[in-house]
């Protein structure tokens, strides 16, 4: 592998969500930001929605590693899988909060084993936050039983908040009108963005440097152009280019990656590649004003031609 040929203590590009890479971005920083303060306020519902590979689940690590470094306050749970039955959602949260339970478990024998757990910890002064990723995937009936679930609560406060994180195809979900309750309870929401051409640059040089790197930039300004027009500021797909990048300059012995290495890494992407008119603002000025002269010059010709 490059590591050693870059100088690099660990793969910069894995897309497994390690948090050490966790770039501190305005949009990335204002959802953490975000989450924080709601979960120490106890807001209701919270959701955090993104496309595809735009870093939710990276920021959902981030909070809950945040919220484990003190226990005595907070009991996190955390379902990465959420395509459960209503009864299959309760199983999944019980075991999170460490209660023991077989399938065939009656549903009211289930729930108040779970409320007596919650109270417990309430009792304590912990607070418990549910996690959900990938929400979007859940049906209509789980996302209603996780509403009814939420009702349990003491005279000051519910006993458990939900954090959803979700694709935008659960903000078409919520529209409809069997959801509607569960919307309502929505305290608070953000939407991720992708990266602009600056955060494709930021985000390329931050993980290298996470990663061990401490030399002059790898990634020529050409190639970081390529890198964002192919993505779109996707992170996901700025991992996969950067990473197959590297393994280009790597094979041909070099220590710099230019247009023709992110180029061959987009070939060798499927369902990527360059828009047609991969030109920026700076370019196409170019490319008028020589036309212009051009024009011009072939005017003066004709001029004197004519005189």
């Known amino acids: 592998m490059y590591l050693e040929h870059f100088g690099l203590k660990e793969l910069p590009f894995s897309l497994t969500p390690n948090t050490e890479f966790f770039l501190n ?24 929605v993104g496309e595809v590979g735009t870093g939710k689940t990276m920021l959902c690590r981030k909070v809950l590693n945040s919220l484990e470094d003190n226990p005595d306050t907070y009991v996190t749970a955390y379902i990465a899988n959420p395509v459960l039955s209503p009864k299959g959602l309760f199983l999944a949260f019980a075991e999170e909060l460490g209660i023991e339970a077989n399938s065939d478990v009656g549903h009211h024998s289930l729930l108040k084993r779970i409320t007596k757990v919650l109270m417990s910890h309430a009792a304590e002064g912990r607070q418990v936050i549910l996690f959900i990723d ?62 602009d051409r600056d955060g494709v640059e930021r985000y390329v040089s931050h993980r290298l440097a996470t990663a061990g790197y401490n030399g002059p930039a790898i990634f020529s300004a050409a190639s970081l152009n390529d890198l964002y027009a192919a993505s779109k500021g996707t992170p996901r797909l700025v991992n996969v280019l950067c990473h197959k990048a590297l393994m280009v300059a790597f094979g041909r012995g070099e220590r710099n990656v230019d247009r023709e290495q992110v180029r061959k890494a987009i070939e060798d992407t499927e369902g990527v590649e360059l828009p047609k008119t991969n030109m920026t603002p700076m370019t196409a000025a170019g490319i008028f004003a020589g036309v212009a002269g051009l024009i011009f010059a072939v005017y003066l010709v004709n001029f004197y031609l004519q005189n």
Not at 25 to 48: D, R, T, W
Not at 147 to 152: A, D, E, G, V, W
């Open 134 to 195: 990938e929400a979007h995937a859940m049906p209509e009936k789980t996302l209603e039983a996780l509403r009814l679930l939420t009702n349990l609560e003491t005279e000051q406060s519910k006993l458990f908040q939900v954090v959803l994180f979700a694709q935008p195809e659960l903000d078409e979900m919520l529209k409809e009108k069997s959801l509607r309750q569960l919307l309502q309870r929505i305290s608070f929401s953000y939407k991720l963005e992708s990266l």
């Open 25 to 48: 971005m305005a949009s990335y920083q204002k959802a953490y930001n975000m989450l924080m303060v709601s979960i120490a306020n106890q807001e209701g519902f919270i959701k955090v």
